[in-house]
């Protein structure tokens, strides 16, 4: 499918990662769907001459490591899972083909809005970067938990590909291959045929894209990937907010995943 899905890209015009500088989005309103695989590809046929795909290091699908950081009691997901509306993530991330990793500190405010705010650290320190002092001055700075508490919990590899519209003004990442590590439990988790796609934007403006789905009948999903991820590898982790959305992607990509 993969391989299906890189044919339909091509007809794509493409955009830079440095082009891609200009449409950041740090300070933004995010909208997630969820989809199958097979809806993708009619997703890409209907929003080809309206987008740009990024293309880096000759792709235009990216490999990404994520490693997910929180306490013991894992009060950033008891967070997300009690709907506390000022919540954080904090995430070290490497962008597997340009060879660059960042610590990244996600906050989540009342009004819907995210921030995302981060530093460049040393791909070696992907595990250890809060072995680093600048990089523990920066997390104490920013993150509203003690930095002594935190280790990491769960790693989220997956494949991810970047649109942009003609007017760059929104952004689309679409995450394919979802592999889940939890660095506690030792449990690993996958979900082949789920698509996870987000719409990153400034503010709610009009969008073809979502215009597209609308069309398709295929309605927002609010869903976090180190929520998912956690549920999925940490059978003793309260969930029962988050038991009605497992069952819908049970559903929707016909497998069981509980």
């Avoid at 097979?38 to 880096?56: G, K």
């Avoid at 000022?86 to 340009?98: A, E, F, G, P, T």
């Avoid at 590898?233 to 497992?246: A, E, G, L, V, Y």
Wanted: with cysteine.
């Amino acid at each position: 499918m993969l391989s299906s899905i890189e044919d339909k890209l091509q007809s794509f015009n493409t955009i830079t990662l440095a082009e891609m500088e200009k449409v950041k989005l740090m300070n933004r309103v995010d909208t997630k769907f969820l989809v199958t695989t097979e809806q993708l590809m009619e997703i890409l046929d209907r929003i080809s001459q309206r987008y740009f795909v990024q293309f880096n290091e000759g792709r235009r699908i990216a490999d990404y490591n994520t490693l997910y950081y929180d306490t013991p009691d894992c009060k950033m997901y008891i967070a997300h899972h009690n709907r506390k509306l000022n919540r954080q993530k904090l995430r070290s991330r490497i962008y597997v083909d340009s060879n660059l990793a960042f610590c990244e500190i996600k906050t989540k405010n009342n009004k819907g809005r995210t921030k995302k705010k981060r530093v460049p650290i040393d791909c070696s320190n992907f595990g250890t970067m809060l072995q680093n002092d600048d990089t523990r001055n920066f997390v104490s700075e920013h993150l509203r938990y003690d930095v002594s508490e935190l280790s990491p919990v769960l790693e989220n590899k997956f494949t991810r590909i970047t649109l942009v519209n003609v007017e760059k003004t929104e952004r689309l990442t679409i995450d394919m291959n979802v592999n889940l590590i939890n660095r506690v439990t030792g449990k690993s988790a996958c979900i082949p045929n789920l698509v996870i796609i987000e719409l990153k934007q400034d503010g709610l403006c009009p969008s073809y894209f979502r215009d597209v789905l609308l069309d398709l009948r295929i309605k927002q999903k609010r869903i976090s990937k180190y929520c998912l991820g956690t549920v999925l590898t940490n059978p003793n982790i309260k969930n029962n907010r988050f038991r009605r959305k497992m069952r819908y992607i049970e559903k929707l990509c016909n497998t069981k995943i509980l």
